[in-house]
């Protein structure tokens, strides 16, 4: 089937660098997307790979490897505000994209 | 501020009452799509949108349809709510058939009793 895999947790120190890997399997695949959801929030769109390498937006940069069916978001300078859950994205063969199940960020002062 | 503006935050209905889910956006996007997010069990695709009058059936299509009458407008209708249905609907748009990012909406917070 088609999925993609993501930890369900991770905990970082503030001020600390933190990576959110994720694998995926996915027919016709399109890229790779990162989203970050608060607590009673709405997801938000962070940032996209269409091809292989590093995409940097500020202290986040997400990183995507095709051959490997994986990516990863990586969070500099982390702070408290970053507590969020964290979802990667992948685009399937018919134009759709399904979601990780998401990883629960916790950043400890 | 372009957004995806969902009608209700909260909603609580009884079982086997039809409910209708509305959500509008107002950045020209072609494409929307109904997601409900469960814990544990992520988001997952009820049914999408590329064009007005045109739906296709996501992942978990039973016990659900939507109406996509004008471009802005996608609505997600329970025909007959159950508990199981009880969840967060999230709407999202998107610009194209490449998907660059969606906008989501705010969600839906639905209880049935």
């Known amino acids: 089937g088609q999925s993609l895999e993501q930890p369900s947790e991770v905990t970082a120190v503030e001020g600390a660098i933190v990576q959110i890997n994720c694998t995926y399997q996915?027919?016709?695949?399109?890229?790779l997307s990162w989203y970050q959801q608060h607590d009673g929030g709405a997801p938000t769109f962070l940032s996209y790979?269409?091809?292989?390498g590093l995409e940097e937006t500020g202290r986040f940069s997400s990183f995507l490897s095709r051959s490997d069916s994986y990516g990863y978001l990586l969070l500099q300078e982390l702070q408290m505000k970053d507590s969020a859950s964290y979802f990667c994205?992948?685009?399937?063969?018919?134009?759709?994209?399904?979601f990780g199940k998401g990883t629960r960020l916790h950043i400890l002062p | 501020d372009v957004k995806v503006t969902q009608s209700s935050r909260y909603l609580v209905k009884r079982t086997g009452e039809k409910v209708f889910l509305e959500c509008v956006q107002d950045?020209?996007?072609?494409?929307m799509f109904w997601y409900r997010q469960d814990p544990g069990l992520g988001l997952r695709l009820i049914y999408f949108?590329?064009?007005?009058?045109?739906?296709e059936k996501g992942d978990i299509p039973e016990g659900y349809s939507v109406s996509r009458e004008k471009k802005e407008r996608f609505s997600l209708i329970l025909e007959s709510a159950s508990t199981n249905q009880t969840s967060m609907y999230l709407c999202?748009?998107?610009?194209?058939?490449?998907?660059?990012?969606?906008?989501f909406g705010s969600g839906t917070r639905l209880t049935v009793v």
């Open positions: 994205a992948g685009g399937e063969g018919d134009d759709k994209i399904i």
């Open positions: 999202a748009s998107s610009k194209g058939q490449r998907f660059y990012g969606y906008t």
């Open positions: 996915t027919s016709g695949f399109y890229g």
């Open positions: 949108s590329y064009d007005v009058k045109m739906k």
């Open positions: 790979n269409a091809l292989d």
């Open positions: 950045m020209d996007h072609e494409n």
